[in-house]
């Protein structure tokens, strides 16, 4: 994890902060992981869906009521399309596979992203598992897939200008709640901590808005070597960090 030093002054374990409520996470190197084994892709985005199985589990055992996960960017519709076909194949597998045991388990199901370009029967899949899972509140499990913030916030805005067109709004009643409401993750609260796993420093476009506050860690690690003990890592990290929001802290 990239850490600099000194981290913050809460260091002290008498101070540490309340754990995070909501987890945002980067599930980056699943294709890393794979050559460094010699194998195809496509087998280290199936070993990124096991990981994420283990996420879900760690996030609702450690308390989170939100847990964000980035499936599918905008941009990584430029990768050759038998990898698309497989990244959806997965998904389509996911849910299919675990709808039932994360229904069991209390887990809502939300997906954040476009719905131009996905196929009609993958669209189907996520509106059942959405529309089954919805009334859970265990841990609210929102799926990035098609997604990328700057359309997010490009669809907000169009959102708020009919409503403009339409005579319903005020240029000046805009507001950052409103546009907060506007946004595909606006039924959950920003998230406190973003992670991005294999080493990259980027953040590839995703919560541009709703992450502008949150924590960020880096993590060295292949998406599909992250265990839940690399979670409690990140969370611990976390509450030893110093959010000052612009203010002086505590
Ligand atoms: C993350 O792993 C999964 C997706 C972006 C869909 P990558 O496929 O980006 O893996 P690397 O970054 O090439 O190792
Ligand atoms: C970000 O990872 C998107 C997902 C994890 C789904 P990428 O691998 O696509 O990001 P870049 O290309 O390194 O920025
Ligand atoms: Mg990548």
Redesign the pocket.
């Known amino acids: 994890m990239s850490e600099p030093k000194p981290s913050s002054p809460n260091a002290d374990v008498a101070t540490l902060r309340s754990p995070p409520k909501h987890v945002a996470i980067?599930?980056?190197g699943n294709g890393r992981w794979a050559k460094a084994r010699g194998l195809p892709r496509a087998l280290g985005h199936k070993a990124g869906v096991e990981a994420l199985r283990g996420a879900v589990e760690a996030a609702r055992d450690l308390g989170l009521t939100h847990l964000t996960v980035?499936?599918?960017?905008t941009?990584?519709w430029n990768r050759p399309q038998t990898e698309i076909d497989a990244l959806f194949d997965l998904l389509r597998l996911f849910i299919k596979r675990d709808l039932a045991r994360l229904h069991k388990d209390g887990v809502q199901i939300r997906i954040i992203g476009a719905r131009e370009g996905l196929s009609t029967d993958i669209l189907d899949l996520v509106d059942q598992a959405v529309e089954t899972t919805k009334d859970n509140t265990r841990l609210t499990l929102n799926i990035a897939f098609n997604y990328g913030g700057r359309g997010e916030l490009v669809a907000a805005m169009r959102e708020i200008a009919r409503m403009v067109e339409a005579g319903k709004l005020k240029a000046d009643q805009i507001d950052e709640a409103m546009v907060s409401r506007m946004i595909w993750s606006a039924d959950s609260p920003d998230p406190d901590l973003v992670i991005r796993t294999s080493g990259?420093l980027?953040l590839?476009n995703?919560l541009l808005w709703s992450g502008a506050y949150a924590e960020l860690i880096f993590m060295d690690v292949w998406w599909p070597d992250f265990t839940r003990e690399s979670l409690e890592k990140a969370i611990d990290a976390f509450r030893r960090r110093d959010r000052r929001f612009g203010g002086l802290g505590d």
């Open positions: 980067i599930m980056d980035f499936s599918f960017s941009e990584n990259e980027r590839s995703f």
